[in-house]
């Protein structure tokens, strides 16, 4: 077994490093590592629904998409992570209690009735603090989950504050839990490092063969190509969402109601209708068309907008204001 030490707070870099260590190292592995303040969301997640786009963009929070499915957690550096990552039999993959097992043991050393709820929980007193997911490739399965230490629940809560009613897919949906931090229900003080420590430390016990190593100079390069390529992008972060309508009611002060209704496909808008009781000089539907084709991402429609003079569309209505309509 492999204990693979990680510094890098870096949320692109870190779920690079899963996918790096699943697809070429060998031997089996496990890691603990911590983002910054960040969302990670599902595999099969629709991610603008999952977030609070104002909270993440005036935040400047990263989101990234994960291997795994399940929903979307928020993590920060009092959340620390950890990654099983073993061959097994395909049958056999499958198995959360097997993988939080060294987890519970070590909480529950410490005092703590930490308990195995549901499909892929750990609670204690019957709120969550550690999700769990997995994603097989091939002969091998990779296990990760969160375990909140002392975690900032407020940010938790304002990023994750998505609006339901402003989409209608067949994404895979996150399911709020009461969470809970470890730290709260501590005899002695303790800081998140120290925990890892104790957790490694049994897992190093738990499977003779650990070795611990540290990812060469040409392993930090592929990762960071890897980012480049996949992890870092627009493409994979929120264009691999699955096809999804978007609708939302804008209210001004100045411009009166306007209700944007999208469809979007592969991160694309295919169809943009506007609807509402403003007054405009110019047709609206030079401003649907212009949209039509263009990724469901601010930057790209700022750019197809550079050449409209918004108020000639919509009176007294800001660019700014406009782009509040449709995410």
Known sequence: MLIIQRRSTDPYFNLATEEYVLKHFEEDSFMLWRNAPSIIVGQHQNTLAEINVDYVKKQNIPVVRRLSGGGAVFHDLGNLNFTFIKIGKQENLIDFRKYTLPILEVIQKMGIDAKFEGRNDLTIDGKKFSGNAEHIWKNRILHHGTLLFSSQMSNLTQALNADPLKFQDKSVKS??????????????????????????????????????????????????????????????????????????????????????????????????????????????????????????????????????????????LTKKEFLQGLF
């Open 175 to 316: 399911v709020r839990s009461r969470v809970t931090n470890i730290s709260e229900h501590l005899k002695e003080t303790m800081d998140v490092m120290r925990f890892a420590d104790l957790v490694q430390a049994h897992v190093v016990e738990k499977y003779p063969d650990a070795r611990i190593i540290e990812l060469t100079k040409e392993d930090q390069d592929n990762i960071h190509e890897l980012v480049r390529s996949k992890y870092g992008a627009w493409e994979w972060n929120f264009g691999y969402s699955p096809n999804y309508n978007f609708r939302k009611i804008l209210r001004t002060k100045k411009s009166g109601t306007l209700e944007f209704d999208l469809d979007v496909q592969n991160g694309v808008i295919l169809h943009l209708k506007i609807f509402g009781d403003y007054f405009n000089k110019m047709e609206t539907g030079e401003i649907e068309a212009a949209l039509t084709g263009i990724a469901h991402q601010e930057k790209s429609i700022r750019e197809a907008l550079k050449r409209f003079k918004m108020d000639d569309y919509f009176a007294h």
